[in-house]
């Protein structure tokens, strides 16, 4: 996964005077050093929506290294409806790190102690820095308040660590979805994107339609999980890594070669996980551009055929999800439904959380002039 640079001083007065004039900053962090972080008086509590979605931010991976796009993303969440709290974890820093291991802890940990739960939480970014913090996360706590609120986790990358935990340690759904820096605070925003997460997010029960061709025609029905590949092999062996049989294993990656990606799916192979499944899904590795140097033929297609050769289960590509501009929203840890024909397949999603539409308001994001 890719390194973010260090944002400087500047970047950070610059990122807190954006945000005062957008009414929406709740606490303020200086620029810190890597032995001594500290953190400036909060700010009063700004003005938020009335009858506003609650929508906590988490910061468990990497910083978000852009004051502007920090600020654009906390706009449009506070302009479609929003209720925004632990915004200042955009601004901390430490090492390479959205903050020190137990800033990044507590925003986890912290969700247990919420009443009520917050509604959504929201990754601001991936990169790394979950994995060190799985010990020490209140999983008797945290679990089951999740399930019982129907809270909504969303994020990708670096998140799939946190995702795949707490579906392991307490069955909690989560969604591979946009995320706060990453997504919404684009200068360039994915239309398709913030649609696909407004749909999924908000209507129970989900289809999603994939016009590639896969044959023989297949009929699945299993438990969908997964998310990067990178982070579910790297968990692979622990008490992490959820123990599903029969499910549908859904993978993506960024910026892996072809035969990387295969020593990962051969790790997960030997580890028996992936020849328990009915199928796997491949969604984007960002392969474009790299060229395997002994054969340029050798591609991601080439590795699905070899891996479903190996393991007797089925390996269909092209989901619409990964380190791409346009991706879809994916439900993860629920129930779904694989059907495969001539023309490409059909995922259909069982019930799973949803937000409620109000007080939420999308459409003034159109009529404001940014994408949603």
Known sequence: MSTTPMTSRRDFLRFGTALAGLGILQGC?????????TIAPSSPTPPQPQNGVSLRLIAPSGPSADAAQCARALDRLNRAGFSVSNSECLLRRFQRFAGTDAERLADVNNLAGSRPAPKLILAARGGYGVMRLLPKIDYARLCPLLKESGSLLVGYSDITALQLALLAKGGVPSFAGPMAYSDFGSANPSSYTLEQ??????????????????????????????????????????????????????????????????????????AGVLQQQKAILLGDFKTDKLIDYYDPGYTIGTVAAQIEQETGVPVLQGVPFGHIHDKTTLPLGVMAQLDSDVQGYTLR?????????????????RTNGATF
Do not use: C
């Not at 969908?224 to 049989?245: E, M």
């Not at 007080?359 to 994001?365: E, N, S, T």
């Open 29 to 37: 962090s200086t620029a810190v050093t890597p032995t001594a972080p």
């Open 197 to 270: 997460f407004r749909l999924v997010t908000t209507q129970p029960g989900w289809q999603l339609r994939v016009n590639r061709p896969f044959s023989p025609t297949l009929k699945a029905e299993g438990l969908f999980w997964g998310g990067n590949l990178s982070v579910v092999a790297a968990l692979a062996g622990t008490p992490y890594l959820p123990n599903v049989k029969g499910g549908i294993l859904f993978l993506e990656d960024t910026g892996e070669q072809p035969y990387r990606v295969e020593r990962m799916l051969q790790q997960l192979f030997l």
């Open 349 to 365: 999603f069982g019930d799973y959380p949803t937000l409620s539409t109000e007080g939420l308001q999308f459409d003034q994001l």
